[in-house]
């Protein structure tokens, strides 16, 4: 298992900005994959970006695409930078982990808010 404390969110007016952190402990995390999803109020869960621990390998969900940017500091923090925020960006964001080569994500964060006022 792959403990994830999130941190970093928090009210912003739309235009602005905010970085979500996460930090990963437990096992060998460098084998996992790492993800943020976000779920908003009355709303499934939704996949936002994805990287591996290198950072070779990303990718966005459409909605972000060009305003998010996910990256790693190569050891235990994986960042969502957000730029050009928008008030449907509003949701709980959640960082998740799951091994190389699985389907699923297994290992959950506790989420923070991000508010993203009109």
């Known amino acids: 298992q792959v403990q994830l404390v999130e941190s970093g969110g928090g009210f912003v007016q739309a235009g602005g900005s905010l970085r979500l952190s996460c930090v990963a402990s437990?096992?060998?995390?460098?084998?996992?994959?790492m993800g943020w999803f976000r779920q908003a109020p009355g709303k499934s869960r939704e996949f936002v970006a994805v990287?591996?621990?290198?950072?070779?390998?990303r990718s966005y969900g459409d909605s972000v695409k060009g305003r998010f940017t996910i990256s790693t500091n190569k050891a235990d923090t994986v960042y969502l930078q957000m730029n050009s925020l928008k008030p449907e960006d509003t949701a709980v964001y959640y960082c998740?982990?799951?091994?190389?080569?699985?389907?699923?994500?297994?290992?959950w964060g506790q989420g923070t808010q991000v508010t993203v006022s009109s």
């Open positions: 998740a982990a799951k091994l190389l080569g699985a389907r699923l994500y297994d290992n």
């Open positions: 990287t591996t621990w290198s950072g070779e390998n």
């Open positions: 437990g096992r060998t995390y460098s084998r996992y994959v």
